[in-house]
């Protein structure tokens, strides 16, 4: 029997992760001539993926993104093809044999969140008079935030001096019509990013336990640096959503850090300084058990959660929170200790403390660009938290130990402790 959805096809596709900012439209005709989706477009003959397309249209500010023929990507802001059925899109990704990627003049079409490249910052009642409030102005037709036939404003002006109406007071979306929806561009100032003009004898870490917010940290630098990250491992999919200091070695020298989650002498000794990231643990080991199962942006299925991996992981992983932290403390030659919470809480001074450290000059435009573009494509939607806390009684006593032994370590090398609500639980 073939998996469901499959049709019958060479190959299913996989039914979209909660998170995945994109919902699957259908299947499409394409024609040489007359193309469905009119933007840009690649090829990649050897690793074509469904995300790959989509992460490439959303970068661009495409609202769709197609594949055809197992290799192909358009992009477009309207589809201009007819829908046919999903049989005819039978042909597999190169790059992801579990996922269809169109057909033979057939494309598999997804349409795109405006990620980036525009921000719904909510739904206002329009003011009396609209030049003073907001002066900038521009019609954008079928704004996807509010429906594929209503017509928008689209307000440049960051100054709001109107009220806001909240989602959930609102009844039906034809109470949208009467209020303002504010949309703002992408800000391009901190979007460049290339290796080091000269390498550096220096090797600088980007140290953290898993789970502990490294490749959103690496995000951050990059965007407000303007240099590439590196990486003690190799990871195909994040060499894809763009970082591309992945596939450099880590000892290059031509990028601003290294990401790493080593600990011990040996391994953090070979670092001349580094930037130490510290999550609560409670969070860390939870967001790395929904990587292990689930991918970056994914979720561990209830299965995992409620079977043995959870304690099992739980019992493995948790000393080594403790103990990641405490080997940096103790090896490592120059460290700038930055909390995960605090760096969520204060962007433009945690960010800017990290850029000082690592040596560039600071650009406080680049700084400021960065809270704009600050999740980029690294944040788990809260569409799958868990109902109920997974932690026992007895996993809360064994991190609460934890905890304040680094706090201990922390306060003992002259920095502030961990934050407060690390504990107690």
């Not at 951050?220 to 990486?231: C, D, K, N, P, W």
């Not at 561990?300 to 405490?326: D, I, R």
């Not at 809360?396 to 032994?405: E, S, V």
């Amino acid at each position: 029997m073939a998996p469901e959805g499959s049709e019958g096809g060479c190959c299913y596709r996989e039914r979209p992760l909660e998170g995945v900012l994109s919902k699957y439209v259908g299947c499409y005709v394409d024609d040489i001539q007359k193309r469905a989706l009119r933007g840009v477009s690649f090829f990649d003959y050897k690793k074509m993926t469904v995300f790959r397309c989509q992460d490439n249209c959303a970068e661009r500010g495409y609202l769709y993104a197609g594949l055809e023929f197992g290799a192909e990507c358009y992009c477009g802001h309207k589809v201009q093809g007819a829908n046919v059925t999903e049989s005819e899109c039978n042909m597999e990704c190169k790059g992801e044999r579990s996922s269809a990627c169109g057909g033979a003049n057939r494309l598999s079409i997804y349409r795109l969140e405006l990620n980036g490249s525009a921000i719904f910052k909510g739904c206002f009642l329009k003011p009396d008079n609209v030049s003073l409030a907001l002066p900038v102005t521009a019609v954008l037709q079928n704004i996807s935030t509010i429906g594929p036939t209503i017509e928008a404003q689209k307000w440049t002006e960051v100054k709001i001096t109107t009220q806001l109406i909240y989602e959930e007071d609102l009844r039906r979306i034809e109470d949208c019509l009467a209020c303002l929806v504010l949309v703002f561009p992408l800000d391009n100032r901190c979007m460049d990013r290339r290796f080091l003009p000269s390498r550096s004898k220096l090797l600088q870490a980007l140290a953290s336990f898993p789970g502990a917010g490294n490749t959103w940290a690496r995000h951050l630098i990059e965007l407000a640096t303007g240099f590439y990250s590196g990486s003690y491992y190799f990871d195909g999919s994040l060499y894809n959503k763009g970082f591309k200091g992945e596939r450099d070695h880590w000892r290059s020298g031509r990028t601003i850090c290294i990401k790493t989650h080593e600990s011990g002498k040996k391994e953090i000794e070979a670092f001349d300084s580094g930037i130490l990231m510290i999550r609560n643990p409670y969070k860390a080991l939870m967001a790395e058990f929904n990587r292990k199962y689930g991918g970056h942006i994914g979720f561990a299925s209830q299965a995992h959660w409620k079977g043995k991996e959870w304690p099992e992981f739980v019992k493995n992983y948790a000393p080594w929170w403790a103990s990641h932290t405490l080997d940096w403390l103790r090896y490592g030659r120059h460290v700038h200790v930055v909390h995960f919470e605090d760096l969520k809480r204060d962007l433009f001074s945690q960010l800017k403390a990290m850029v000082l450290f690592l040596g560039p000059v600071v650009s406080e435009d680049r700084l400021l660009c960065v809270e704009g573009q600050k999740d980029g494509n690294f944040k788990r939607s809260g569409l799958r938290k868990l109902e109920y806390d997974p932690y026992t009684p007895e996993m809360c006593a064994d991190i609460n130990k934890l905890i304040r032994t680094v706090d201990v370590a922390l306060r003992a090398k002259n920095m502030s402790g961990v934050p407060m609500e690390y504990m107690p639980r």
